[in-house]
């Protein structure tokens, strides 16, 4: 037993001291089961987040040991869910001072409606079969971000109308880029802060899910805007 220990030991310092610290404040991963960022993340990407991106924080707590930034709108952003505390990957919107509208599907921000183009390629490719048909993508340029969007045709699960809110100090509103498929700030209202762990900046690794359960090499390492 003594000798399986000494053999183990190692491993065990390993995850307690470095791996789980380095995960919790500096790069961390985060796998993405749902929908709600389509065509921007697919449904079996795998995330890496910047825990650095905003600050430094006391390992495995959400205290800060320095800040030095504050999330920007269009930062895809992991958050700590207000409704149940579960990861969520979300696109900042409006920051504090914003005031945030949607009308049928179109951001209204600070009083501005925001630009929206055609799609800048074919992103139906992309997103599981069984919503092809009902899918609909056009550009958004948020704050000088172009970053594509999606729509359902004939949803109704989520509002397509949202009245003006003003975001309140240390607070965030937060959308998905599938915006009839997504639990976002419409439904939990602001994430503070604290709840924000890090920035999303690319992909890691990614499978199939949906369909073939393949892998899909072109995602990998690729970055997200």
Not at 147 to 161: C, W, Y
Request: charged share 25%; net charge neutral.
């Amino acid at each position: 037993m003594g000798q399986q220990w000494r053999e183990w030991r190692w491993y065990a310092f390993f995850l307690c001291f470095v791996w789980m610290p380095l995960r919790s404040a500096v790069i961390d991963y985060s796998p993405v089961p749902t929908g709600s960022m389509n065509p921007t993340i697919l449904e079996g990407d795998v995330v890496w987040v910047n825990k650095l991106a905003y600050g430094l924080r006391v390992p495995l707590t959400q205290l800060y040991l320095s800040r030095w930034s504050e999330p920007q709108r269009g930062d895809i952003v992991v958050v700590l869910s207000p409704l149940d505390g579960t990861r969520l990957v979300k696109r900042v919107i409006g920051v504090p001072g914003d005031t945030v509208e949607l009308r049928d599907n179109r951001l209204v921000l600070n009083g501005r409606a925001v630009d929206y183009e055609p799609a800048a390629e074919n992103y139906g490719e992309r997103i599981a079969r069984r919503l092809q048909p009902h899918a609909f993508f056009a550009e958004e340029n948020l704050a000088g971000l172009a970053h594509p969007v999606m729509g359902l045709r004939g949803a109704g699960a989520t509002a397509r109308n949202y009245a003006t809110v003003t975001v309140p100090p240390g607070g965030y509103f937060l959308m998905g880029d599938a915006r009839d498929n997504s639990r976002d700030s419409r439904e939990f209202g602001f994430a503070t802060r604290e709840a924000i762990l890090g920035k999303a900046e690319g992909v890691l690794v990614s499978l199939d899910i949906n369909d073939s359960y393949l892998p899909r090499p072109g995602r990998f390492f690729s970055e997200l805007r």
